[in-house]
């Protein structure tokens, strides 16, 4: 009847824009939880010194910020294992992190394993990360899947294989007194 005041299609439009306000008050309140999260996996990042070891320069103290975290140009040699170059960690998926689950960057930050099981080389400090609490690993994991993908495949060698890139070694006194004097 026109005019008439539909009780029951008025309480059912009001109960569906409450849970729909409700749906969207969680959905910006876990967006929010996100952008936090993502800002203290930067901040960790930042003091955890990843990007001296991942990002190409990094080691020469000017790090190249157009392939932030993309993987290293030197390598870190120790005897008779190989040389180890710091891993891609961008979210590309051929040659960096894309296809790890936050759970797999995790395992290897705290226990220095891949997701196929290999052991990653102690060079990369996960000894000391084994330390981070659940929310800091998952941050650093969320910050890391943030980042833009970079391109760069990195390989590590064998201590016998002719290596393309520079090589931080440890040295025995000796050794180090030869060197000529362009390398001290
Ligand atoms: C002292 C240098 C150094 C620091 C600091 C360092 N890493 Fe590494 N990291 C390495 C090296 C070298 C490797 C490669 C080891 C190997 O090939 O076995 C590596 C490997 C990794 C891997 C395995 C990736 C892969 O594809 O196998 C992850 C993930 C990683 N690092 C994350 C981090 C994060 C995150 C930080 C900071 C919280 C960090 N690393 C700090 C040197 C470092």
Redesign the pocket.
Known sequence: MAGTFDFKAAALAAAFAFLTSQVHAAETQSARADEGQVARGKY??SI???N???TPGGMFGNPDMKRYLGG?DVG?SIPTQGV??????TPDADTG?GKWTADQ?VT??RKGK?PDGS???G???WAS?AHLTDDDAYA?AAF?RSLPPVANKIT?YKSADTVPIAVSTVLPPDAYNALPAALK
Do not use: K, T
């Open positions: 960790l990042v955890a010194g990843c001296d070891c991942h290293s870190f180890f170059v710091g891993a891609n960690l992190l960057v290897a930050l891949r052991e990653i080389s060079v990369m400090p990360y650093i890391l590590s």
